[in-house]
């Protein structure tokens, strides 16, 4: 059976990401392409981060769905220039990201070639405060940094724009 | 290609070229990785892991390649479980032993600043793999460089206690950061095909980035010594047996086992 280009996106677009549901793998931004003839499909995917253990079991959910969808054989293909970056997460996937507790990128991704010593004051997810403070670079996995919201003190965390 | 050297000469210098930045970053990826379940804090104990992971991934990307470039059939696997201490060419820095919190944040900024600045370079690179690998890393290691540069000044323009532990770790470890900058001909090669800087011409960037880091610390940098170290050339220190020893134990254990 054969599968257009549109019916593979959105197979993908529903296949939420492994560590945060609340946003599919095409709201991250990391499927760079997709090519389909005669029922083969190929996807290029590029990691969020070099060690992120959710990679390979996103490659198993593309294989899975595609071939749900119909697809007879399914390649995917890593691809790391260009790397990925925070500004390919859609509008729609920030709010979505805020709704679900955790504080969207607030800023464009940093010239990587300079030292970041600033620090934004970031919006708490859950009474809307600036008044937060950092209380780790790293959270729970490596895309991610934990806060505290001073002013209605619990704790989120915010996905660090890189 | 030159006519005057062989092909696969010069394969292998590009091959070792490229191990040895992988090594290090697996290596003290391993390091790291010891501080799960011990860090003084629960934070700290995710950030090193985090940065672990960082390091453990760049590591598998660059292995992967260099046993490409290599085209002996060894895979990533391969070359982090079933080489030999004298196989290993990371700098010694990144097998000392963890020490205490000070000398792990000490070292893996080090380590970092020095990643950091070969990166950049590396973008440029005529192995579009390697320029690849730098263009993703460079952007994580730009948050362990923050991350542990803000841990360095804390402790060593904190308490009694915490400066002379950072100056003790300093002391300890800048010794080691000579290698770092000390080039040879696999250097030389790398530079002659395009395909990376040699590392004696990083040194300006790691001081300009480091060195303010030290001061706002209010470390007092150590005299210079003779002692220089030789694990890039394959020779290590005392530690890295043991190191090795307990990274490779499963995969030696079952050899070819899959999971």
């Known amino acids: ?162 | 290609m030159t006519s005057t050297q062989p092909a696969g000469a010069l394969c292998a210098d590009h091959m070792r070229y490229v191990l040895r930045i992988a090594d290090g970053s697996l290596i003290l990826g391993q390091r790291l990785g010891e501080w799960c379940g011990h860090g003084p804090v629960l934070e700290e104990d995710i950030a090193l892991t985090n940065v672990a992971l960082d390091l453990i991934g760049q590591a598998r990307l660059l292995l992967t390649h260099a046993g490409r470039l290599e085209d002996r059939g060894r895979d990533e696997d391969a070359l982090a479980f079933l080489r030999d201490e004298s196989e290993f060419l990371n700098p010694t820095l990144v097998e000392l032993p963890n020490g205490d919190f000070a000398q792990s944040c000490l070292r893996t900024l080090f380590y970092a600043g020095w990643q950091q600045a070969l990166w950049t370079p590396l973008l440029q690179s005529r192995d579009a793999e390697l320029a690849a690998i730098a263009e993703k890393s460079r952007k994580e290691t730009r948050y362990h460089c923050e991350h542990l540069s803000e841990w360095v000044v804390r402790l060593g323009d904190g308490t009694d206690e915490s400066h002379a532990r950072m100056q003790s770790a300093l002391n300890y470890l800048y010794p080691y950061v000579t290698e770092l900058f000390v080039p040879d001909e696999i250097d030389g090669a790398a530079v002659a095909a395009g395909i990376g800087p040699a590392v004696d011409t990083l040194r300006a960037a790691w001081d300009a980035a480091l060195l303010p880091v030290l001061a706002e610390a209010t470390l007092e940098l150590p005299g210079a010594t003779p002692f220089r170290s030789t694990g890039r050339q394959g020779r290590h220190s005392e530690f890295m047996g043991f190191l090795l020893a307990e990274m490779q134990s499963l995969a030696r254990a079952h050899p070819g086992a899959t999971w």
């Open chain 1, 1 to 162: 059976m054969s599968l257009t280009r549109e019916e593979a996106w959105s197979a993908l677009a529903a296949i939420p990401d492994p560590e945060i549901p609340a946003i599919s793998i095409t709201d991250l931004g990391i499927v760079r392409e997709v090519a389909c003839a005669n029922g083969h499909v190929d996807v290029t995917v590029t990691p969020t981060y070099s060690g992120c253990p959710a990679t390979e079991m996103i490659q198993r959910d593309i294989v899975r769905a595609l071939q749900a969808a119909g697809a007879d054989d399914v390649a995917v293909h890593l691809q790391l220039s260009p790397a990925w970056t925070t500004d390919w997460l859609s509008e729609d996937a920030k709010a979505r990201l805020a709704a679900y507790g955790i504080a969207p990128p607030q800023t464009l991704a940093p010239d990587a070639a300079r030292p970041v010593r600033f620090r934004p004051r970031i919006r708490c997810p859950r009474c809307g405060s600036t008044h937060s403070e950092q209380l780790s670079a790293f959270g729970a996995t490596a895309c991610k940094a934990l806060y505290r919201c001073l002013a209605c003190r619990e704790p989120f965390e915010y996905f660090k724009p890189i």
